[in-house]
């Protein structure tokens, strides 16, 4: 038995050796695979919302500018439901080897595994950032025949009625509905909120007046107040917005309303870092290109690009604060 255990040791070894050589081989390999990256394989874009929508138009325009970089075809995939949280969850699922991306928008993903009913498979960690493609506030809007023109009569509205002004949203505590959280909170009033899988449905809502109120983005009320179909009540912001001069924020009118969405490209965790940073790197000069960025300001939206580390830190910040409103509001 004794002369077993120098061989059992050996083995041991060896096998540890082994393994530290597939590791240093791994890493010898990568800065190759993302010199070769994409080789002319498709990518794939998973878009968690409906197709029509602002994240959906901004998505498309990215992969345009990503298959002139990476010289390969890169396609959208819509997968709406639950608020983003159905993409996003097969996106987790994927494998980890920058074929299979994805849009996010936060805190809208923050509010999925900080909600412990939702059942999220995936929490911050579960995704690596690859850029953050742009900003927008939130906002609200009616139709131009409504009696309510500002944001006091949207308050008293809700006061006379509570529970009854129907306010259509993107999704279950996306950043449209977030910002209703937040004025409801600042008023102490209630509203009714009707859920959809996207921006486009929820302004065909305001539109068909089966809703009394549009929460959306910026790029929601820009169009149709153009069209002279909205009147923007006002922007969840700190300031006004360039797209919407006119238009006073929430907060200058008397509630601290302050809502915006980050959307950017994830990968699953793991994805190798150098092919992170070549695609990040293709993003970063999509987004520089002027003609990229009159398709964003178009939209009413803020082209911003941030680094895989600016973006992590953007979200860490991002959480931090709305794990309290969570808290406040279990849904």
Known sequence: MSRSRPIVAFRSLSSLALGALALCAMAAVHPAMAQDF????????????????????????????????????????????????VGLSELVRATPDGFTLGYAVLPTVTTHYLDKTRQAIYGRESFQPVGLHYFTPAMLAVRTNSPIKDIKDLVEAAKAKPGTIKISDSGLMAVPHIQVVMLERAAGV??????????????????????????????????????????????????????????????????????????????????????????????????????????????????????????????????????????????
């Open 190 to 331: 209630k509203f009714a909120p009707v859920h959809f899988n996207g921006g486009a449905p929820s302004v065909t809502a305001l539109l068909g007046g089966h809703v009394d109120v549009l929460a959306g983005g910026i790029t929601d009320g820009l169009t149709q107040m153009k069209a002279g179909a909205f009147r923007v009540l006002g922007v969840a912001a700190e300031t006004r917005d360039p797209a919407m001069p006119d238009v006073p924020t929430i907060k200058s009118q008397g509630y601290d309303v302050n809502a915006a969405s980050w959307t950017g490209l994830l990968a699953p965790a793991g994805t190798p870092r150098p092919i992170v940073d070549k695609i990040s790197a293709a993003m970063k000069t999509v987004i520089a290109d002027p003609e990229h960025r009159k398709g964003l300001d178009a939209m009413g939206v803020e082209p911003r690009y941030l680094t895989p580390e600016d973006y992590t830190k953007a979200w860490i910040d991002i959480e931090t604060r709305m794990k309290p409103v969570m808290d406040a509001n279990p849904q």
């Open 38 to 85: 994409p080789a002319g394989k498709t990518i794939t874009i998973i878009l968690p919302y409906a197709p029509g929508g602002a994240t959906d138009t901004a998505a498309r325009l990215m992969a345009q500018g990503l298959e002139k970089e990476l010289k390969t075809r890169v396609q959208i995939v819509n997968k709406a439901g639950a608020a983003s949280q």
